[in-house]
């Protein structure tokens, strides 16, 4: 049977890498390109009968042209088909007057060719269907086909503006593009655009089909090889069968390393080292998953083959076996700070810029494979000390020798790692678990004393993994802020104004604007050039104002003379930036950038051009946290790390100069005796870590953090203890069937019987304690998801209640100013007094005219890269306008950047609406999660204060006399 078995699996693993290799060899890029080009237009055609459907059907027409008098029953149509991704655009007289969504509104139909086309904007691609209905009104149905800024972005949530190849290999082709591209048509074969396969790694039906098959293939090799080894063992050579076995998957994984494959062939995460990155044997998740199983599979097949097992008679002579059991004892310590550092490493080597417990298991992409290596390596130390434990009662059989040999080992630790690293408490701790092994054979065995001892070690020992780690990266971030702060410049953007201030000055396009603009006054089309064109990619995390002179005399009228106060900033507060002619920085608060210039050109006809650009940066700006928007996504760089709980200070001659956050410095340098250049961490009494760095004699700069409180890693202890309890407990209930399933028994009866027979061997009085503490842990429970969601709901709506209230304030004194003004130009008035006042508010706003065409924003940088068009919310619109509603609260979506609007509308005397406010909440999400993240921690905290009940209902079932696994075998 053995035999037939081990070709069955042979035969299967050829099969498995002949089938993978097969795939490789036969599908090419062509292939892939044929498969899914074809169906993209068969997906298009789709949606373009849909809109055809729409555009026939008469009773959807005659509502389309009532629609200013019907405005809800064409919203409720237009919603219908956003789910297929087509969305309605109505125009009269070429001007839009309802649109579906106000991610992109095209400004004009005109010039869009009837029946279908496509289009390519600045900021997505389309497929257009254009249908007139009366002399004067228009319908346009628009189906994304690829979204144009960073294409290549990955979106974590499901975006509510998806476009047709979002989930595809593909990509819209290039004019130039001439190999391996595929035509994509209507359905009445009319041209509409062209595809290619994306240049980055892609994942697909044969990609796929090759990774299960090498996974398969592996499994069944490794499966074979293993029942090769138990051959062996039983034959009795047991200690070559494990070199063989180890052989193997050393073999296997050095493959793995070296080529790589499978990170290669599929864009997934998990091999991503993006995700997760240490060393050689572990450059990415995936790999730190397999190393951990192959550890776990081989410690397990050691155990299995244990009573094959003969030491040989050298090791077992008397003067041998207490140095043998002694280098074994230091062998499993070393052993063991491997595993841990590795396993500390899933915090420190990881993406997630967030540490808090709370935060990552309910947030954090990876968090399944994460519990699942953590589990994984918890076996394994366990099980490592079941080994050792065996060896020792073979190398050294009285209980004295033995416990001395293991506190002489564990002294021995402690004083090598007192030499290299403060690992004391933890090596204790692996003692104790040695220990604490040392009186049983396994922890499937119900001596309840030894596993609520060994679960307790472990949970402290995974929380001090746990916090250290936190240290580490909390250390990190800090180190990172230092040399910014060290730094008075943003390097990354100096390195780019030379270039700028050399091809503003050659711009005759930018000339041509500004000459127009002296006449016809339009500042805002000129800036929108300056920002598409000099101020994308990395500077488009700074917010830009600008002023334009031509032949010395202003194209706008501006509230002061800037040539002036140009010069009252360079003679006062600045100073001049190094490589460049005409860039200047002020002097500003620790973590702002303020840069400006004045550049000066001519032109062949004698006419003279002077443009100031002032560039102002927070490093917690808005555009810094959209990821998209950035030229580098995938770069993780100083911006990107929250900063609210660090607090910084800067010290001049010993002095404080300035200090941001809630930690109060002292006025006088305490630290001008430390070394320069050089890291110092020191923590105070006042729950702070501090790191120090002094760039030269004169300079000292800080940041701190608040350390987290003793109560969280209490609540990690009680948590871990749980979980390992729970972990357990499933695996003793899988080894009462494992017996049946190898008996050949696995039948639904037997599983009954089985069931019954677990049910039977408990004790009445188990069963009504363990009633009345499942009652009390149940009605816990309870409560605490009760309060967490009722606690929940009312903060959201006092949340909304808050915001609703503060945009009617705010309304209610726009209306007033208004009110006051004697230009009868009520707009006007609106966009001046809210330009004088952005340089010192610190909410958004956004002002659009009654039609909803913006005409005032505080964050022009996401109009200005058409992340989102300059017309107000559709939904928002209807409510202010139809529905007649005096404020609003939307939520909205760039990509996967959500975010939260309130919207009011703006009336004169006469109640007549002229114009309406938006306040965008960007720190929607932000706010969100730690609301969140607070409930959760409360409600955890809760659930520790009576976890005791927890602790009780694990004592009561595991003291029951259950036989495992360990009793068949």
Known sequence: MNNKLRILLFVLTLLFFATAFSVKKAINDIDILELESKSLGEKLQRKEQLIDELFSDSLVIKTFINSERYPLQVREISNSYQHHQIYIYIYKDNKPIFWSTNVYVPETDAGIKPEASFINAENYSFFVKKKQITGSLNILALIPIQRNFNPNYQARGNPSFRTLISNTQLQVADFGDNDNIKNI???????????????????????????????????????????????????????????????????????????????????????????????????????????????????????????????????????????????????????????LNQLSTLITHSSFENEELITLFFSYDFTIYHILIFTINIVSIILIANIVVILGRKLSPKIINNINLQLMALVTVLIISGFYQDFTVIYILLGLLILTSSFEKSLLKNDIYTQVITFITLSILSTILYAEAIKVNTKEHMKMILLNLESDDDVQAVSLFSKIEHDISKDAQLKRLIQIASTNPNPEIINSYIQKNYLSGYLSNYNFTAYYYFNGMPINNYSRDQLQVYREKVINHSSKVNHTQNFYKLKTEIGHYDYFALINSSDVSGNDYSIILNLKKNINSLTAGIPFLSGNINSQNFNHFSLKNFNFAIYKKGVLISQNGKYTYPNTDKYVDKPIDEFIAIDDVNEHNHLILRPNNETTLIVSTPTQSYWQYLTVISVTFLYLYITLGLLQLLFQFIPIYIKRKFTLKNLYQQLRYIFSRIRYSTRIQTLVIASVLIAIVISGIISFFSIKIQTEKSRKDQKLEYIASVVHNLEQISSLDSTNNLIEALYTKMSNLNDVMVTNFNLYDKNGKLFFTTQPSIYNHNLISSYINPNAYLELNVLKKNESLIYEQIVDFKYESAYAAIKDSNYKTIAYLGIPYFDYEIAESENINILLKTNFKYLYNHSDHFRLLGCVYFQQDYRTFADYT
């Not at 050691?302 to 008679?313: C, D, T, W």
Request: glycine content about 2%; some cysteine; aromatic content about 18%.
């Open 185 to 339: 048509y209507t359905k009445d074969k009319v041209y509409l655009f062209s595809v290619k396969l994306k240049s980055s790694k892609y994942s697909n039906i044969y990609l796929n089909i090759q990774l299960l098959c090498w996974g398969l293939g592996t499994l069944c090799s490794v499966v074979l090889i293993t029942t090769i080894c138990f051959g062996m063992a039983k034959a009795g050579r047991a200690l070559w069968s494990i070199l063989l076995l180890i052989a193997t998957f050393v073999v296997v994984r050095y493959i793995d390393l070296e080529t790589n494959w499978l990170s290669q062939i599929s864009n997934y995460k998990l091999f991503s080292p993006k995700v997760y990155a240490y060393n050689y044997i572990s450059p990415n998740l995936w790999s730190f998953l397999i190393n951990s199983i192959v550890l776990l599979w081989i410690l397990c097949y050691i155990l299995s083959i244990r009573k094959y097992i003969v030491i040989p008679e050298f090791f077992l002579r008397q003067k041998h076996r207490p140095i043998c059991y002694y280098l074994v004892l230091l062998c499993t310590y070393f052993l063991y700070s491997e595993i």
